[in-house]
């Protein structure tokens, strides 16, 4: 139950393209889902969050779409260029007690030029 | 302040010895993470700190992990008697309580290699 399962590991998308990243969680006590982007030898950085009490969220270039009853979220990245190129990792968690997080194991993107 | 500091960045030490890692957080915030990143994997939660308190740790951090924030600032995380299995990425997070932001921001990491 507290697994967020991701999907899929790898993709490679030309520059312009949209890659869409997909993850799935089973606890439905959480309510806080985060996407982070990592650099090879960096941390993750936090790109985009969403609620469940909306359906979408944008923020310049990524645009997160949540579907509560069926428990899955998606990260769209709209007009990749190779910048983009690096793992992309959802996240889980409850926005009470520790607010820990619980990540998905993680899609590594590469955007040819 | 410029985020969250991880000291050092790369560790390689001879299996059995002992590790320590340190972790500033963002001055501000009050909570205070620690994961464990193996390659190709997500982040895994050790454990986590309110202000100096010990609030929660994972079954994965076993008798030889230790970690400590004493007066609530920084805070270091030890590993006794390390083992190859122990090679990893070690991630530090911080973040505020509510109703500050909460959103957790991460450090570098610090790279552990057993040999």
């Known amino acids: 139950q507290q697994q967020v399962k991701q999907s899929p590991q790898s993709l490679i998308v030309q520059k312009g393209g949209i890659p869409i990243i997909n993850c799935a969680y089973e606890n439905t006590a959480f309510d806080y889902f985060p996407w982070y982007q990592q650099f090879p030898g960096k941390g993750p950085a936090l790109l985009i969050a969403i609620r469940p009490d909306v359906s979408e969220k944008k923020e310049g270039r990524f645009t997160i779409s949540f579907n509560k009853s069926a428990k899955q979220f998606s990260l769209h990245i709209m007009d990749s260029q190779p910048g983009d190129s690096a793992t992309y990792f959802c996240a889980a968690s409850r926005t009470s007690g520790t607010y820990k997080y619980i990540f998905g194991t993680g899609t590594r993107l590469k955007v040819l030029a | 302040d410029t985020g969250v500091s991880q000291n050092p960045r790369h560790k390689i030490t001879k299996r059995g010895q002992n590790v320590t890692f340190r972790c500033d957080p963002i001055?501000?915030?009050?909570?205070l993470y620690w994961y464990r990143q193996t390659l190709g994997q997500g982040p895994e939660f050790l454990t986590y700190?309110?202000?100096?308190?010990?609030?929660?740790k994972s079954r994965l951090l076993s008798d030889r992990f230790s970690a400590e924030r004493p007066k609530g600032s920084f805070s270091t995380l030890e590993i006794q008697r390390t083992e190859q299995g122990d090679s990893a990425m070690y991630l530090c997070?911080?973040?505020?309580?509510?109703?500050?932001?909460?959103?957790?921001?991460f450090g570098q990491g610090t790279r552990l290699t057993v040999v």
């Open positions: 001055s501000e915030h009050n909570r």
């Open positions: 700190f309110q202000n100096e308190a010990q609030l929660e």
């Open positions: 997070a911080s973040s505020m309580t509510p109703p500050g932001n909460t959103e957790a921001f």
